[in-house]
């Protein structure tokens, strides 16, 4: 696998190997990523009484245990600190089938004490869906998190071969 840098990030979007909806600016691609917008959309996970323990397993399901909140225009998210919720991008990112890559967070937050992306980073080939993110503060501080800011950045790879994901989160969503 390789990393595609900007010039063929640029070609891959012209010839609609990747797409990128509602559209983005050119400016908020680097080097070899893109940056993408937080959404106004958050996932709280709801406080559970201490004797009550989550059972991880294959059959465990996220929105079981959290809240959907959908902020309006001008609001902000408190994220408080240890604490954590899931976002989503506005972005939605569709690849063709020679096409992979991995969400990352970005310095600037990371080096506030705020994970973007925990964990499952890798995005399949083939996917047509916005990018759900798991955020943690880290931090000692109260974060407020904007929504609107370009708040992680997707890295670009070429596949060997070609393969599409069919999988339990296909279809992305808070």
Known sequence: MSVLSRDEILKSLASGEIKI?????????????????????FRVFKKRDNNDTIIVSESINYQDFSELSILKEGERFILEP???????????????PKLCGLLEGRSRFARMGLFVHISAGFMNPGIKN??????????????????????????FMELKGTAVYHGRFENNKL
Request: charged share 20%.
């Open 82 to 96: 240890g604490h954590m919720c899931l976002g989503i991008t506005e972005e939605t990112i569709e690849l063709s």
């Open 21 to 41: 909806t509602p559209g983005y600016e050119e400016k908020s691609i680097g080097a070899a990523s893109i940056d993408l917008t937080l959404s106004n959309e």
């Open 130 to 155: 916005r990018q759900v993110l798991e955020i943690f503060n880290a931090s000692s501080n109260r974060l407020e998190l904007v929504p609107g800011t370009k708040i992680c950045q997707f890295v």
